[in-house]
């Protein structure tokens, strides 16, 4: 079983549409979660941190459940350029290094 | 800079060859990480270092694969006798402290195509 996990997608949705992405993992001694945005094999970027208490950037908007081992990303209002894969990153504690979901593919079109 | 460079952004070897990737951390950053990216986006973590020291080489193919990060100069990751499925993006990041995953910055990668 992978570290983490998530649906490889793609999501095909309209301009405007909201999306939910969600993904799972399997240490529980992991702490600290992050969704990444990777465009077109260029390397992975921050998109935000996902805390507990929830946390919103403008249209997206992160969640983690700690005892379902379960992070989502909600994407309201979508934009063209939003299309991109996400990745769901877990941080291992002890070594520091990420851990990668598979990626999310995100399609939007006009 | 504020830029994590890698270098070169491109490299086809034949099977068998050498292949030597470089990679400059941000100045200050005190971890420097390298990634294996192949198809079906699968990140896999090859080696860590903490200033010049490695830190993490769990994931490293330990026959073929050898990374350095000297004072003074970029840090390296070297493939002696690449074969076909080492084709791949090869990733490095930097951070400033290793236990803050929203501190990391990736280079741009380098592309590896073994023919």
């Known amino acids: 079983r992978k570290e983490v996990e998530q649906d490889p997608g793609p999501f095909n949705v309209p301009e405007g549409a909201t999306v939910a992405f969600n993904c799972t993992y399997s240490n529980s001694a992991s702490q600290s979660f992050f969704w990444y945005r990777q465009d077109c094999r260029k390397e992975p970027k921050l998109l935000m941190s996902v805390y507990s208490s929830g946390n919103e950037d403008g249209r997206f908007t992160a969640q983690l459940n700690r005892a379902s081992q379960y992070i989502s990303l909600l994407i309201r209002d979508s934009k063209l350029s939003d299309s991109a894969t996400y990745l769901c990153?877990?941080?291992?504690?002890?070594?520091?290094?990420?851990?990668f979901g598979s990626g999310t593919r995100l399609l939007v079109r006009p | 800079g504020e830029e994590v460079a890698q270098t070169p952004k491109h490299l086809v070897r034949g099977e068998g060859q050498k292949a030597k990737l470089y990679c400059a951390p941000i100045k200050g950053h005190s971890y420097v990480f390298w990634y294996q990216q192949v198809l079906k986006n699968e990140f896999k973590f090859l080696i860590s270092?903490?200033?010049?020291?490695?830190?993490?080489e769990t994931g490293m193919p330990k026959e073929r694969f050898s990374a350095k990060c000297l004072p003074n100069s970029p840090c390296s990751l070297e493939i002696q006798a690449t074969k076909l499925e080492d084709s791949a993006v090869y990733f490095c990041?930097?951070?400033?402290?290793?236990?803050?995953?929203?501190?990391?910055?990736f280079g741009s990668g380098t592309r590896l195509t073994v023919v």
């Open positions: 270092f903490q200033n010049e020291n490695v830190f993490d």
């Open positions: 990153v877990a941080l291992t504690p002890s070594s520091y290094k990420l851990i």
């Open positions: 990041a930097s951070s400033p402290r290793g236990n803050r995953g929203d501190g990391y910055t």
